[in-house]
């Protein structure tokens, strides 16, 4: 039978979307190379295709569009790009490899961005565990992201808020000598890896040396950032072992504790004057 009106806007819709796309990259592409790659050049991009479509670039107006009266209110910002352009990374999940993946790309970012300025690393997490207990994640999660604290050339400063529990907490101890620091309330806990090894009798036997290996790597990297003997570390591992922010600075796995009449004015945020 004859198509219905709804399948001969179809074709129309797709080359309307195909256009505004290729306009998209055109733009994008007319950017500068830094510009490109700036947290803020995706929102550039999807406004100069709305825009595209109100004006008939790329055909009739969507009906999604987000105007009133001409303007184009869009969506609200992304959060976390704005924390990215003030050269803030947040942890605020478990060690999963997803997480890793976000956190490391961003010190990369930063580093290539300004390798003069600080960056700030609020850590709110459970490490390589659930709050329960449960294991998700695998220490090379943090062993990935201590490492890359430590190559870039930015000193990255750390700060615990809520939790920082067993890989989370040598994490924050690998912070900036000065600069590594909680706020009043937070909890740090010391333990030790969990094996999640499951199989025969041999594999498990493989899977509990790397999780010794693992155990000794993250004591030591808390050892050098607290000035304590290995063996001490491992002793305190051994079990759970939870210390308050003020018990944290006397062993040495942060530096102070940010009080309320500590904390700087409240500025004005630099992305405030690009929105």
């Given amino acids: 039978g004859a198509a219905s009106p709804e399948q001969k806007q179809k074709p129309a819709d797709t080359m309307r979307s195909f256009t505004a796309v290729v306009l998209g990259a055109v733009l994008l592409a007319s950017q500068n190379v830094a510009e490109a790659f700036s947290p803020s050049a995706r929102s550039k991009v999807l406004n100069n295709l709305k825009e595209m479509r109100m004006t008939g670039a790329g055909g009739a107006a969507s009906p999604d569009s987000n105007y009133v009266d001409g303007t184009n209110i869009g969506p609200p910002p992304d959060l976390p790009s704005l924390l990215l352009h003030n050269r803030i990374v947040y942890i605020g999940m478990p060690l999963v490899p997803a997480v890793t993946e976000l956190i490391i790309a961003e010190l990369l970012y930063l580093n290539y961005e300004d390798q003069g300025k600080p960056v700030t690393m609020y850590i709110n997490s459970s490490g390589t565990t659930t709050a329960g207990g449960q294991a998700v994640g695998f220490e090379t999660e943090a062993f990935a992201i201590a490492d890359v604290m430590k190559y870039i050339r930015p000193p990255v400063n750390t700060v615990a808020i809520g939790q920082a529990f067993g890989a989370a ?107």
């Fill in 169 to 275: 907490a040598m994490i924050l101890s690998q912070g900036q000598k000065g600069g590594r620091a909680a706020l009043p309330n937070a909890t740090i806990l010391l333990n030790q890896p969990k094996s999640q090894a499951q199989g025969q009798a041999s594999d498990i036997a493989i899977r509990a040396r790397e999780v010794a290996h693992n155990r000794r790597t993250s004591c030591e990297l808390i050892a050098q950032a607290t000035g304590k003997p290995l063996s001490v570390v491992m002793d305190d591992c051994a079990r759970v072992k939870y210390l308050q922010p003020d018990e944290a600075v006397d062993y040495g796995l942060i530096d102070r504790v940010i009080r309320k009449e500590e904390m700087s004015p409240l500025m004005k945020p630099s992305f405030m004057a690009q929105l």
